[in-house]
């Protein structure tokens, strides 16, 4: 079966502080596509990232990084230099090879709180 | 361009009863998907809709049933709700059910409350 696991439930720290979000997951597929969304208060999920299983390559944008290992099955997500802004729930995910935005399967969320 | 857009914003309802939520794709999507989100979680998948046919499920009750016009809107209707449904439901539209490196854009959610 396929599961997300974000261990951290909550992370707080001061702006301009780097924060990391870990992300593990499991699943049976060889192929597969991981995603990072972010969810402000609103309730809206907004799309960051998307990664399928064949490409290994570390992304930056910006002041957001992803680093993906298949090794370990990890889907790290970066944001250097924090600002208050970036508060919100975010959410690691997976879906199956068939189709990028069929079932999609969320972790628990990490709710990151950035002081000013 | 419109994104996805999601009808009413908030509901109340008594246990028991019936419940009809709405959801508008964004412009140019076909594939409407449906994920309950309870406080503190994230969100779970129900189902998915592709030319006016559940295409997915996922680990839901007959009692969440669902619709798709051909003008790809989409409905949710929950029946004999229990308290345990009160949740966040997000919609979610893609083009195409069947399509590698598409993205699902998430509307902002109907909260429901169940009382």
């Known amino acids: 079966a396929q599961k997300v696991t974000q261990a951290q439930t909550e992370i707080s720290v001061v702006e301009k502080e780097d924060v990391t979000l870990d992300c593990v997951y499991e699943t049976r597929d060889t192929t597969y596509y991981l995603f990072w969304y972010k969810q402000p208060p609103s309730g809206e999920l907004v799309f960051l990232i998307r990664r399928n299983s064949f490409d290994e390559q570390n992304e930056i944008s910006g002041r957001y990084s992803w680093n993906f290992q298949k090794s370990t099955s990890s889907f790290n997500f970066t944001i250097t230099a924090s600002q208050v802004v970036d508060s919100a729930v975010y959410f690691c995910a997976l879906s199956e090879a068939r189709s990028s935005a069929s079932k999609i399967i969320f972790g628990s969320g990490t709710r990151l709180s950035i002081r000013p | 361009d419109a994104g996805v857009t999601q009808s009413p914003t908030h509901l109340i309802k008594t246990r028991g009863q019936q419940v009809t939520l709405r959801c508008s794709p964004k412009s140019g999507h076909d594939t409407v998907s449906w994920y309950q989100q309870a406080l503190g979680q994230g969100p779970q998948f129900i189902f998915q809709?592709?030319?006016?046919?559940?295409?997915q499920r996922g680990n839901f009750p007959d009692r969440f049933s669902g619709h798709q016009f051909p003008n790809y809107s989409s409905e949710l209707n929950v029946n004999a709700l229990l308290l345990g449904d009160s949740a966040l439901y997000l919609c979610?539209?893609?083009?195409?059910?069947?399509?590698?490196?598409?993205?699902?854009?998430f509307g902002q959610g109907t909260r429901l409350t169940v009382v």
């Open positions: 979610a539209s893609s083009l195409g059910l069947v399509r590698r490196n598409t993205e699902a854009f």
């Open positions: 809709y592709y030319e006016e046919e559940e295409r």
